[in-house]
């Protein structure tokens, strides 16, 4: 899977110093033109199981996040932008990815883009900023399970001999 090069950048820029999400772990940033790297950290998601993403930048930044859900290359189309939030200051950006059973699965791309001085909008994977940085990571996605893991647990109506046992499968 491969997707653009996006976003270099002229000058000091909201730089994405920490990205998590499953076993990926990526840390630090010099921010260096062109600003665009495809990182060796790597993860696999199995679809319909919820994963939390968390990013960090060094400074006030837009954060949006896209996956090339079927493996074309581009993340034009339809829910492939996974998101987007403005920090007015350089703390964490958490977001709940869930890969959808209409995914291809096997290998593709993940991006995470910053910019610090225009928003970043689901069409704007590519587009060339003044000031950010872009990171793309090598997912892998597995299919769903045959029996997904219950999430959201409840249990009530305890009863001598029984109880009222609920559950979501997302």
Not at 48 to 70: E, G, K, R
Request: proline letters at 5%; a neutral charge.
């Amino acid at each position: 899977a491969s997707a653009c090069t996006a976003n270099l950048h002229s000058g000091s820029s909201a730089c994405l110093t920490n990205i998590t999400l499953n076993t990926l772990a990526s840390s630090g940033s010099s921010c260096a033109l062109p600003s665009y790297s495809l990182k060796a950290e790597t993860t696999t998601l199995v679809k319909l199981t919820p994963y939390p993403l968390s990013v960090t930048t060094s400074a006030s930044a837009i954060t949006s996040v896209w996956i090339d859900y079927n493996q074309d290359g581009d993340f034009e189309d339809a829910n492939e932008f996974v998101g987007s939030a403005t920090r007015y200051v350089a703390k964490p950006y958490s977001i709940n990815i869930n890969i959808p059973t209409t995914a291809n699965t096997g290998t593709t791309i993940m991006r995470v883009r910053t910019s610090n001085n225009t928003a970043i909008y689901n069409y704007m994977s590519c587009y060339t900023n003044v000031y950010g940085e872009t990171k793309d990571f090598v997912i892998d996605v597995l299919p769903a399970p045959t029996c997904p893991k219950p999430y959201n647990l409840t249990v009530n109506g305890f009863t001598t001999n029984a109880a009222r046992i609920g559950f979501s499968s997302t």
